[in-house]
């Protein structure tokens, strides 16, 4: 029954790219979501098995397809290299959503209009104002996930900031000095989903041992995003938690500076960092701030001169007009945190610093 469900919304988000395509082509039109949606009543009577999904599921396919115009007309004016939409072939339309309505919860069950009772194991009980539920095909397997309202619960002010350095070998250097390392287990699945690709790039495309090859990197690129994902939750919990404002580099100024490969590997990584430590500061109360990166690695923390020949390699700082002596990273962290601190405009947490020589980098 999911399954139709998304047969039928792939098809009907399908037709409905087509439609805005044709349209755009023969007749200079353009077509929205809210146009396409007068025509669903239409759509139920000349195909039957339309009626078989609740209505404001097919409005939302309907929506996303003018999401995806949206981003597309977006980069267009950014002067990206933008992707026209796409048609969505069997394996890529993975989900259908309940925007408002037409759902309901229990510990055991889920209900759903137009499917009806589906058993679950609810993971932990939902709390707040449920909004929308999405289900959702993964590998095989079938998730419900809710959105939900809460309250923000604000925590006790620390007094405490600090800068965080995003690094390669390590996940992050603070400016407190510690070095926060990517969890092993995390490295070793890194490690076998290379194996893994590598074996599926030797597989005959389209034969049973590919297709069993490509179901075991799907499954282990799930572990690794989870394990990724679990490991981000935690270390931006653990910042969130300890201090009032937390600095660091704001990646998109620092994409077009650097250049530097592996930095830019890690920016996916990076950017869900970043978005959770963003919305855990909104719900604690807490302060994120993106500063400029520019430099960071070659400014002394102890007197401001700024120049290449300081960072004298990956790890070691020495500056040369003043002889301080430092960890790169740990430097590259201190001088993270200056410069958020000239744009904190609570007084109280000002007052509250704790600035070991702190000045601001230039
Ligand atoms: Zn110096």
Sequence with gaps: ?????????????????????????????????????????????????YKGVYSQVLQDVLKRLEK??????????????????RFKGAGWYDSICYPQSGFS????????????????????????????????????????????????????????????????????????????????????SMKALRVKQRSLSRKKRGSNRWKKAKAAVAKLHRKVARQRLDFHHKTATKLIRENDLVAHEDLNVSGMGKGNLARSIHDVGWGQFFSLLAVKAVSAGRQVIRVDPKYTSQACNKCGHTCRENRVSQSRFVC??????????????????ARALPSVQNVEVMRGLRSPGLQSGE
């Design 1 to 49: 029954m999911l399954l139709e469900q998304l047969r039928l919304c792939r098809n009907l988000y399908n037709a409905a790219l087509q439609e805005r395509r044709d349209a755009y082509r023969k007749a200079g039109k353009t077509v929205t979501a809210y146009d396409q949606m007068k025509y669903l009543t239409e759509i139920k009577a000349a195909l039957p098995e």
């Design 320 to 337: 040369v007009a003043c002889g301080h002596t430092a960890n790169a990273d740990h430097n590259a962290a201190l001088n993270i945190l």
């Design 105 to 188: 919860v229990s510990e055991k069950t889920a209900y759903f209009s137009k499917i009806g009772n589906i058993r679950i194991r609810l993971h932990r009980p939902l709390s707040g104002k449920v909004k929308t539920a999405t289900i959702t095909r993964d590998c095989g397997e079938w998730y419900v996930s809710y959105v939900c309202e809460v309250e923000a619960a604000p925590l006790p002010a620390t007094g405490s900031q600090v800068g965080v350095d995003m690094g390669t070998t390590y996940f992050c250097i603070t400016s407190d000095g510690e070095f926060v390392e990517n969890p092993r287990h995390f490295q070793r």
């Design 68 to 85: 995806a115009f949206q981003g597309f007309f977006r980069r267009v004016k950014a002067g990206q290299t933008p992707g026209y939409p």
